[in-house]
């Protein structure tokens, strides 16, 4: 009898806005959980829709320099104040070609490219390592924007790693020893021990070496994308891409 109800009233959903369908599924979902939130998950997800409008992207518009452009998108974000605008999905491949992606932060950014921090020994690390090459995404959705980058991976030197270590709280500092990032651990307890024995370690040190397994990667771009979302979803893409000159080419894309 409820199921009935519930189909019903999922079947008029459609016409809803997402308000509406919002407001059924919570007086559905205590009796039938399962059921219901498999439908309203479906109907959100294909009502769910924005339209840019809020900028344009001009040629004209553009630094002639993909790095310049992209330092004055972050200071965009970063005046925005948006949450951790520096957040940004890394995606690397496996010499076979398999990718992975995870979100991570950009430290650094200058001509020589774009710099993250993380454990060489982790499932990126050992990625990059038998395929030097990587993809960035941000994506500022208060601003309608998206950025790609394309390009090689380079060990940062690590005298350069140890001045960001150092920079660290020392709870992050401590962590980078704790963590056999991407290893599986039996338990969180286990996690919880190691932490103990590093803290025991370096009990009354200041000057907390890196440990060697840790450090950055730069991303030394051939390609960066600029994305503007517009009406109708005829966005603005402008892309640089190096020539063998090492120059940078400014294309327009189609949306
Ligand atoms: C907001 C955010 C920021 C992160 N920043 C980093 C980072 O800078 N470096 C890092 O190694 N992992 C970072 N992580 C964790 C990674 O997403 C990932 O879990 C970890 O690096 C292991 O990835 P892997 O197994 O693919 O190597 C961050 C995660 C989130 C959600």
Redesign the pocket.
Known sequence: MIRKKQIRMCSAVTKYTMAETSIVAVVETEEVPDFTERIDHHLSLAELRENYSRARLDESDCETNPIVMFQRWLKDAQVAALK?PN?MTLA?ATADGKP?G????L?EVSDLGFV????YE????QEVKTNPFASLTFYWAELERQVRVEGSVQVVPRAESQAYFDRRPRGSRLGAWVSS??ATAETRHVVEEKLKQIEERFKGIEQIPAPDHWGGYRIIPDSVEFWQGRPNRLHDRIRYRRDSQDKWILERLWP
Not at 102 to 105: A, E, K, N
Not at 116 to 119: C, L, P, V
Not at 122 to 125: D, H, I, V
Request: avoid cysteine.
């Open positions: 951790e957040a690397t992975s995870r979100i991570v932060l430290k993250f921090f993380t454990n982790s499932r990126k690390g990032q991407s």
